[in-house]
């Protein structure tokens, strides 16, 4: 066995069952260990294919080294997301003799040090360390009605149902290389965006709270009133939704044995990724309007329903009609846009997709943070300018 295959199958097991037993048992430091030791694992693979082809297109590896601590700390987030959900779901079957008592849930975070003139901890640190809290207290908001959130996942495992029966039945003949797989990774792609964004839950409200004068509970904690307003409520059960997600795209290429690499799916996971946190920042971007000129909240509906456009192939309209998808309402980087980096596309131009969609997340991101510190230079709590 080559030292290659080694550390391939020594990641395998790592990211698949390591994680859950590390950060469960380790909490907080071990939370921090899976996610440098998964980065320093993957490169250290991609750094043994440099030195046999030391001349090269070594892409994959330069990628990783630039994404791969994000990516770490998302995918370990999620693990612990997964075992806080788990744990819930054990606690409700063991409540009808089902599945026996649950042991405690988990916390990442530490143990306080005592006040003992110690400097004081990093601002960036303060909010991992509440990351937990939040996710903790969103399972437990969204599990508390037990018939609305198994109702939840049942719909939306029969949504998924539904796309999936229509495209096998409707067998549509090829369109500009889009065949029946295709299709079906856009509905596995969907979900798994959808999925994200509903993590992002509290920025779809923004308008609310800004007429309602709720948006004083955001700026009267003591933590970054941005990343306060993302994860207020925060939609942590939708990790179950990512998993549907992505059984549904492993399955896909499996079944259908589609031509596509290992940096291909990274990069159209990541691509998936970054739609979310863009489109999410659209509708901050809407949401902030409400500082000026009060209700939205036609414009909002607008721009959300939007992201119904990403269950079809956008790619084959007209030109004028997918820019204005991609520019104005980002529906284009969804799904449509993580197909084609995935398997239609040439390795050119999912380079130049994959760097489309990077910059489109900074322009909606950045434009939300400018509305958004804009904006609350006047609040006075009625939705209004001073």
């Known amino acids: 066995m080559t030292l290659e295959k080694i550390c391939e199958f020594l990641i395998l097991v790592f990211i698949v069952v390591f994680p859950f037993y590390v950060i469960d048992k380790y909490k907080f430091w071990g939370f921090l260990f899976c996610v440098f030791t998964e980065y320093c694992l993957a490169a250290f693979q991609r750094w043994t294919i440099v030195l046999k082809d030391p001349l090269g297109n070594h892409f994959g590896f330069t990628l990783w080294l630039i994404l791969g601590l994000p990516l770490s700390f998302i995918y370990c987030l999620l693990v612990y997301t997964l075992i806080i959900v788990a744990k819930r779901i054990v606690e409700d079957l063991s409540s009808l003799g089902i599945a026996p008592a649950p042991v405690s849930v988990p916390t990442l975070t530490p143990t306080p040090p005592a006040p003992s003139g110690r400097p004081i901890t ?22 508390e009605f037990k018939f609305n959130f198994y109702t939840y996942l049942l719909l939306y495992v029969l949504h998924i149902l539904l796309f999936l029966f229509f495209w096998r039945a409707a067998n549509l003949p090829p ?40 948006l004083l509970v955001v700026l009267s904690r003591p933590v970054n009133s941005y990343f306060g307003l ?9 990790v179950l939704a990512v998993i549907m997600g992505g059984v549904l795209l492993m399955t896909t290429l499996l079944r259908y044995k589609l031509d596509t690499d290992g940096w291909r799916m990274l990069g159209a996971l990541s691509a998936c990724l970054l739609a979310a946190v863009a489109f999410r920042g659209g509708l ?3 949401g902030a309007l409400s500082f000026r000129i009060g209700r939205v ?3 909002k509906s607008f721009f959300f329903g939007a992201r119904e456009f990403s269950k079809l192939s956008l790619s084959i309209l007209n030109p004028m009609v997918s820019s204005f998808l991609t520019l104005a309402l980002p ?8 197909v084609l980096i995935l398997n239609l596309a040439s390795p050119a131009v999912a ?29 006075e709590g009625t939705g209004r300018w001073g």
């Open 122 to 143: 990093p601002a960036w640190l303060k909010m991992i360390k509440l990351l937990p809290r939040y996710i903790h207290l969103s399972v437990l908001r969204t599990s």
């Open 175 to 214: 369109v500009a290389g889009w065949q029946t797989p295709h299709y079906i990774l856009l509905t596995a792609f969907s979900a798994i965006n959808f999925a994200l964004q509903e993590f992002l839950w509290s920025t779809a409200i923004l308008d609310e709270l800004i007429l309602d004068g709720d």
């Open 230 to 238: 993302v994860l207020r409520r925060c939609g942590a059960m939708s």
């Open 284 to 286: 901050v971007v809407v």
């Open 297 to 299: 909240g036609f414009l």
């Open 331 to 338: 529906a284009m980087l969804i799904a449509t846009w993580p």
């Open 351 to 379: 380079l130049s997709l994959w760097t489309a969609t990077l910059l489109l997340t900074v322009f909606w991101t950045s434009l939300a943070a400018w509305a958004w510190t804009r904006g609350l230079r006047h609040y």
